[in-house]
């Protein structure tokens, strides 16, 4: 996060959580903006990758930060669709592209194409941030603070026996998380996002139809 955002937000939560620890809050800080990032997809940015002739297997890196997912692609000035692995076969006559399990890796459909091309891949991709001191773009951050310290505060105030603990606070600032998440996707999909087209938040989205806290990939 920026400097001046980072030490904003702390001195918020040592305020509201008398007897929390530094090094706790600044934990479930960056905790809080990597789920929020990548839960609600409102920090976008659009990456490149040379197309190299005959190759079918790429790499995509965000400057901010890591990928989250890719929202659109295009290969060539066309766009290429997500598959599944057991769509392969089926899809194999189409431009398309299979995402890999770092998801910014992408293999695409049927292999690459035969003529170099810089800057011939272009993604739409959602970022999140690798940590806490990480340069998140400061309009993003001002419009979403208070979703960052609701998130935030559900997470410290849901610590056992600690002097801060607090269930009900918990669970008043877990409901706040929702709606902001919820008010987010919306946002998102309505197009309003930085450096990113419009866009429906993946179907295939660990967490997306679960109660509370989204739970992280792979679970």
Same mark, same amino acid.
């Given at each position: 996060m920026s400097e001046c955002f980072s030490e904003r937000l702390k001195d918020t939560l040592m305020v509201r959580l008398p007897g929390a620890g530094s090094d706790a809050v600044d934990l479930e800080m960056g905790n809080a903006a990597h789920e929020w990032f990548l839960e609600s997809g409102t920090w976008h940015e659009v990456v490149y +990758?040379?197309?190299v002739a005959g190759?079918? &297997?790429y790499e995509l890196v965000a400057d901010g930060g890591s990928i989250g997912y890719i929202c659109?692609? $295009?290969i060539g000035g066309r766009r290429y669709t997500p598959v599944s692995g057991n769509s392969l076969i089926r899809r194999a006559w189409s431009g398309a #592209?299979?995402?890999?399990t770092d998801y910014g890796t992408i293999t695409i459909i049927p292999p690459g194409? &035969?003529?170099n091309e810089p800057k011939g891949i272009v993604a739409n991709v959602s970022v999140v941030p690798e940590d806490c001191a990480c340069s998140i773009p400061p309009d993003v951050l001002n419009h979403w603070y208070d979703a960052l310290l609701d998130t935030a505060l @559900?997470?410290?105030y849901s610590h056992v !026996?600690?002097? #801060?603990? !607090? +269930?009900t606070l918990a669970l008043f600032h877990i409901g706040r998380y929702r709606a902001h998440l919820a008010r987010a996707r919306r946002v998102v999909a309505g197009g309003n996002v930085r450096a990113g087209g419009p866009w429906v938040y993946p179907q295939i +989205?660990?967490? %997306? $139809? %679960? %109660? @509370? #806290?989204a739970l992280p990939r792979g679970v």
């Open positions: +990758a040379n197309i190759k079918n &297997t659109e692609l $295009s #592209y299979q995402v890999m194409p &035969t003529e @559900g997470k410290l !026996n600690k002097p #801060y603990s !607090n +269930a +989205a660990p967490g %997306r $139809s %679960r %109660r @509370g #806290y």
